[in-house]
């Protein structure tokens, strides 16, 4: 089909900043493709948005509700805010996202307060959220009302079942709510090798930030509802967020191309084995250190400063603590074992200069 755009960029240059980068399936945009003939009801009310529901059930079972919104941080505030009062804070880590990286979005957009924990590693324990789980009967203070943790986490680390198990049997028991950032969950359930259920409302997740644009979608998320008692008018609050697509068909149809089948985990497993050869590459260059551990598609590393700005000249990728010399590689699922070994190659030549 003839167009007039035209191609702006190299599709052969690659590089390791974020699986955002990345561009869309083949099989997803297919899926676009597919629905996109004639007219369909808009505003969720379609037949793909309908369907959705069923493949959501068949992976969180048949309460869960499935609600597509254009992003991750209109999925987290819009959650966020249907799980709370306006007196309302929520506890994560103090990587989260949802701290970090949403510009304030909860705080402006939702009216809520954030009360962060510093972690070691990006992840919750009960210990840890007691710093900040606490003065419920204090009008001076935000009400800790949720807990949101993510999977995985900012570090590339992941939690186990029984992990997210004691933290949510801890807030529930504390009046509190669950919810789940999964803009990666996929790699997380391909790390561990378990149904995405195993770790969310099998252990009493109340509420899942389901992520896809990371992991093969063009656009789009949503939010996935496991416990609808847990919620306050979902269906108004993500139109009053902005996050009610009027053609939603074209979200839902990319869901169902990850989800009907095993899209989802086969591009998860590749990320994943991806970051795993440049973790066991990186290993073998002295003077380059991993910090964390490479449980899905990340790879935190520290090296001297001036390598990483030679490095960046050849292959995108961003300081995450740029003073300690910190930077994060990110592998996606179209990267492939010669990007990785590419990489690995400019990353000696460069730590040898």
């Known amino acids: 089909m003839r167009t007039d755009a035209r ?9 390791f900043a974020s699986d955002n980068y990345a561009g869309a399936h083949p099989e997803v945009l297919a899926a676009l493709a597919l629905a996109n003939g004639g007219h369909q009801i808009a505003y969720g009310e379609d037949d793909y948005t309908e369907h959705l529901q069923r493949v959501m059930h068949s992976h969180f079972g048949a309460g869960a509700q499935a609600y597509p919104v254009f992003n991750g941080t209109g999925a987290n505030v819009t959650a966020l805010q249907a799980l709370t009062d306006r007196w309302g804070a929520v506890v994560c880590a103090d990587t989260a996202h949802i701290n970090v990286d949403e510009g304030g979005a909860p705080e402006r957009m939702a009216g809520l307060k954030l009360l962060t924990v510093t972690t070691p590693d990006g992840k919750l324990t009960p210990e840890l959220i007691d710093r900040q789980a606490w003065g419920w009967e204090d009008e001076h203070r935000a ?13 590339g680390t992941v939690y186990t079942p029984d992990e997210i198990k004691a933290i949510c049997d801890h807030a529930h028991e504390r009046g509190m709510k669950v919810h789940l950032d ?7 359930a391909a790390s561990l090798n378990v149904p995405m259920r195993t770790f969310t409302n099998t252990v009493g997740v109340d509420v899942l930030s389901f992520g896809g644009t990371k992991n093969g979608m063009l656009f789009g998320e949503a939010i996935v509802v496991l416990n609808p008692d847990a919620v306050h008018q979902m269906k108004h609050i993500r139109k009053m967020s902005m996050q009610l697509a009027s053609k939603m068909r074209f979200v839902s149809v990319q869901l169902e191309a990850l989800l009907a089948k095993d899209l989802w985990l086969r591009n998860a ?12 590459g990186v290993r073998q260059v002295d003077g380059v ?8 598609n990340a790879v935190f590393a520290r090296l001297p400063h001036d390598v990483s700005e030679r490095l960046q000249k050849r292959y995108r990728f961003y300081f995450w603590d740029e003073k300690a010399g ?20 400019a990353l000696k030549e460069e730590m040898a200069r």
């Open 269 to 280: 497993r590749h990320a994943n084995a991806m970051a795993q050869r440049l973790a066991e």
């Open 289 to 296: 250190e991993i910090l964390h551990a490479v449980q899905a």
């Open 326 to 345: 910190d930077v994060r590689w990110m592998c996606s699922f179209d990267t492939t074992e010669d990007d990785v070994d590419g990489f690995l190659l």
């Open 143 to 155: 009400m800790p009302q949720v807990v949101s943790i993510t999977q995985n986490t900012e570090l």
């Open 7 to 15: 191609a702006h960029h190299d599709p052969a240059v690659r590089g």
């Open 182 to 188: 999964g803009a990666r969950i996929s790699n997380a």
